[in-house]
């Protein structure tokens, strides 16, 4: 089974950064596409960004020239720097996977546990 762990949240100011990693894990041989989806207290979960493994990218355009997401295939991670951080990007960063090829054959998506991400005024 795919298992994704986050890590890279935390506290900081406004204008601040931090930078999220996820990593995957459990006999993968290919991951179609990963991405950052997040959930603001209160609010339903939205994308944030997202990379295929050819290194197309998404970005909502509430985060596009504040955001990177870059991926590293053979080490199946996926990662998010943030920039110029807004007391509005506060939420639970989710990691996702879609499209998993593993030793036991595909997974349609996968998701991580969350990394939680809070940005002060």
């Known amino acids: 089974q795919v298992q994704l762990v986050e890590s890279g949240g935390g506290l900081v100011q406004a204008g601040g950064s931090l930078r999220l990693s996820c990593a995957a894990s459990g006999s993968i041989f290919r991951i179609n596409v990963m991405g950052w989806y997040r959930q603001a207290p209160g609010k339903q979960r939205e994308l944030v960004a997202q990379i295929t493994s050819e290194s197309s990218t998404n970005y909502a355009d509430s985060v596009k020239g504040r955001f990177t997401i870059s991926r590293d295939n053979a080490k199946k991670t996926v990662h998010l720097q943030m920039n110029s951080l807004k007391p509005e990007d506060t939420a639970v960063y989710y990691c996702?996977?879609?499209?998993?090829?593993?030793?036991?054959?595909?997974?349609?998506?996968?998701w991580g546990q969350g990394t939680r991400v809070t940005v002060s005024s």
């Open positions: 996702r996977a879609w499209g998993v090829i593993t030793n036991k054959g595909y997974e349609d998506t996968a």
